[in-house]
């Protein structure tokens, strides 16, 4: 039988970008090299990100700070997409026009497509790892895959990801524990930035 171990799952947002999304700003650059900073001693297996620009910066900024040779991969399941659509039913009723407003204004094809990239990123990226010692890896995402990940470690509705945000190269970490249910070590963890780079990316009314 094969035994399985112990994964420890690092979920960063990307730094701040561009208005045009192209590239990360300054703020989002020094977010990102003080994120790589923080998790510099961490023995990462693997550092994954997202397929656009202001992930794949972030990841190549963070990836220069880690110690050893840690392969970095580029992964389309962490990428920007919308992982689940919900129906006005599943939704509480005081804020289903909202919810439903907010995952119709994002392109189609994030959508469409979503669904079945969020279902590789489960199969890829989350629950126990084979062998006998903890993985830990890291992967550079969206807002929308890390609410995803920590609604599915919570248990909660498919629905729920809406309204779980993430601000720019915060931290959240996800264990998985053979025999144990998943395990919130920590979400939107900022304590790596100065208060100036906290909260970018995030909405303003839910600030503290």
């Known amino acids: 039988m094969t035994s399985s171990a112990t994964r420890y799952l690092y979920v960063a947002r990307h730094g701040e970008a561009s208005a045009d999304e192209t590239e990360l700003t300054e703020n989002g650059r020094r977010q990102a090299f003080l994120l790589g900073d923080r998790l510099r ?6 550092v994954h990100h997202g397929p656009l620009p202001r992930a794949a910066q972030t990841a190549r900024l963070v990836h220069e700070q880690l110690r050893g040779d840690v392969p970095l991969q580029v992964a389309e399941p962490a990428g920007d997409y919308v992982p689940y ?12 026009d909202r919810l439903l407003a907010f995952v119709a204004q994002v392109p189609e094809e994030e959508r469409t497509r979503g669904p079945e990239l969020a279902g ?21 995402t969206h807002a929308f895959l890390a609410a995803w990940l920590v609604r599915d470690a919570l248990d909660a509705p498919a629905w729920r990801w809406l309204g779980l945000n993430h601000s720019n190269a ?35 009314e839910l600030r503290i």
């Open 41 to 46: 001693a961490v023995p990462f297996a693997a």
């Open 85 to 96: 659509v919900p129906r006005r039913e599943e939704l509480p009723e005081e804020s289903a």
């Open 120 to 140: 590789e990123a489960m199969a890829r990226f989350t629950g126990c790892v084979e062998g006998g010692e903890a993985r830990h890896e890291l992967v550079v």
């Open 170 to 204: 915060a931290l959240t970490v996800i264990r998985y524990t053979p025999g144990r249910p998943a395990a919130l070590v920590m979400v939107n963890d900022m304590g790596h930035l100065p208060e100036e780079l906290r909260w970018t990316g995030f909405p303003p």
